[in-house]
């Protein structure tokens, strides 16, 4: 199976309009029609990998170039050539000597790279017959080590370092796998409180979500501070003073700024405040950090940190409280597993950040390997839910009890319906040729 040639490689941008009853909406990202590229590989022997990158709109047409662009570094490899030397690869594709100025290793074509290596990741699990966190769980430490890049972050650190990280987590694995399979892994919920939502519909959807056992919630604030004291108080009164509440603003304010507005909203007990500031500030994350540790309230983010330095520099500048890694924004699984390793070792959780379209399914697999094989912690530990469009995946994510249930089909749980796929492709699929007829009309 991996001596397989991959000789095509497809990309289509997918929409869904999501803005039209303000779905996903936070300070910063006011109207996101939630929206993937969406990639197919396919072999000689008519096997297929699947993978996407999350966008919110506007500039998925950009991403769709930048996957053409780096194609032609995928098509005519074996499976096997990819994962013999899957370090190689991934600085293959992340380091072209032309295409990394427009990087490097983030934007747009770190978008693009995360997309194509889903697909691989996906296609690899698939020829395994295996969901891939199981792939990953039941990999040799060394073979694991050798499919990371540590270019740039051996002063954090060391493959000797992240292969005693592995080794050390072999005890008690079984155990945890069988946990997993029966409890599932710990989830938060932030559909009940978009920032465009009434109070009336927060209520309602509080209500239901509290009825379906969820304990764990995240409200966005940022827009308005008397708007956000309002709903804060509303949401902490709904669920009680024991359940948990976070809170996102989206990266809307200036460093002070943040500080002064969160301190007003403390009396609400946040645990803690995500992405307060630009995400490339690691020093005004820090500062951040540093001024509300004595009001409790720590700092997460992540879902748009560039790559594995930047993170390397947040862990090291003690930044953040808690790391939110993301399956699409960095280099895939590969850039990811770096990210876990570190984190474990300046002993900083990590959260996932999930959502729009596939993050749930993707970085349930991530999580499911942390926990497992890398942290086999759940201290202050849980992953983002988010539930919309899962209905368009083949193997939909599956919460019960407020946890996500391993997934059981082999990949990466990417493989969208096709149906959903031609309809909602921009711009010629049928929801969107209605659109346009609606807007000539009007």
Same mark, same amino acid.
């Given at each position: 199976k991996m001596t397989?040639?991959?000789?095509? !490689?497809?990309?289509?941008?997918?929409?869904?309009?999501?803005s039209l009853e303000l779905h996903g909406s936070d300070a910063m990202?006011?109207?996101?029609?939630?929206?993937?590229?969406?990639?197919?590989?396919?072999?000689?022997?008519?096997?297929?990998?699947?993978?996407?990158?999350?966008?919110?709109?506007?500039?998925? @047409?950009?991403?769709?170039?930048?996957?053409?662009?780096?194609?032609?570094?995928?098509?005519?490899?074996?499976? @096997?050539?990819?994962?013999?030397? /899957?370090r190689g690869f991934y600085r293959l594709l992340s380091s072209d000597g032309q295409m990394r100025w427009i990087g490097p290793e983030k934007g747009v074509i770190q978008l693009a790279t995360a997309a194509v290596l889903n697909s691989v990741?996906?296609?690899?699990?698939?020829?395994?017959?295996?969901?891939?966190?199981k792939l990953l769980v039941d990999m040799e430490p060394?073979? !694991?080590?050798?499919?990371?890049? /540590?270019?740039y972050i051996t002063d954090a650190l060391t493959e000797q370092e992240a292969l005693e990280i592995l080794e050390k987590a072999e005890a008690g694995k079984q155990q945890r796998v069988d946990q997993m399979l029966k409890e599932g892994y710990p989830a938060y919920t932030t559909s009940c409180a978009w920032l465009g939502y009434s109070d009336q519909l927060l209520k309602q959807l509080c209500t239901d979500a509290l009825s379906e056992g969820w304990t764990k919630f995240k409200v966005k604030v940022g827009a308005d501070l008397e708007d956000d004291i309002r709903r804060c108080s509303l949401i902490r009164q709904m669920i009680g003073p024991n359940n948990t509440l976070m809170i996102d603003a989206n990266q809307r304010w200036d460093v002070g700024e943040a500080i002064t507005w969160v301190t007003k909203l403390a009396e609400y007990k946040p645990l803690w405040i995500e992405e307060p500031t630009c995400p490339d500030d690691?020093?005004?994350?820090?500062?951040?950090?540093?001024?509300?540790?004595?009001?409790?309230?720590?700092?997460?983010?992540?879902?748009?940190?560039?790559?594995?330095?930047? /993170?390397k520099q947040f862990l090291q500048a003690e930044a953040l409280q808690f790391i939110q890694i993301d399956s699409c924004r960095m280099g895939s699984v590969n850039e990811n597993l770096a990210v876990l390793l570190m984190a474990h070792k300046f002993k900083v959780p990590v959260c996932p950040h999930a959502g729009g379209v596939g993050l749930c399914e993707l970085v349930q697999h991530l999580i499911l390997f942390d926990y497992i094989s890398?942290?086999?912690? !759940?201290?202050?530990?849980?992953?983002?839910?988010?539930?919309?469009?899962?209905?368009?995946?083949?193997?939909?994510?599956?919460?019960?009890?407020?946890?996500?249930?391993?997934?059981?089909?082999?990949?990466?749980?990417?493989?969208?319906? @096709?149906?959903?796929?031609?309809?909602?492709?921009?711009?010629?699929?049928?929801?969107?040729?209605q659109f346009k007829k609606q807007s000539l009309k009007d």
């Open positions: 397989q040639k991959i000789i095509k !490689l497809t990309v289509r941008d997918i929409r869904f309009p999501t990202h006011t109207d996101p029609d939630y929206s993937v590229a969406y990639v197919v590989i396919e072999t000689d022997q008519g096997m297929r990998g699947y993978g996407l990158t999350f966008t919110v709109g506007r500039g998925t @047409e950009i991403v769709v170039c930048a996957v053409e662009a780096l194609s032609a570094l995928v098509v005519g490899k074996s499976l @096997e050539e990819i994962v013999s030397d /899957f990741w996906d296609l690899w699990a698939r020829m395994e017959g295996k969901p891939l966190w060394r073979k !694991l080590i050798s499919c990371i890049d /540590f270019r690691i020093l005004g994350h820090a500062a951040i950090s540093k001024a509300l540790a004595p009001l409790g309230i720590g700092v997460a983010s992540g879902e748009q940190c560039h790559n594995r330095v930047m /993170f890398v942290s086999a912690s !759940l201290d202050d530990r849980m992953c983002e839910f988010v539930d919309h469009l899962h209905e368009h995946f083949i193997s939909p994510v599956v919460i019960k009890n407020a946890h996500y249930m391993p997934p059981k089909d082999p990949g990466y749980s990417c493989e969208m319906l @096709e149906s959903s796929v031609q309809r909602y492709q921009y711009p010629q699929g049928e929801v969107w040729k």
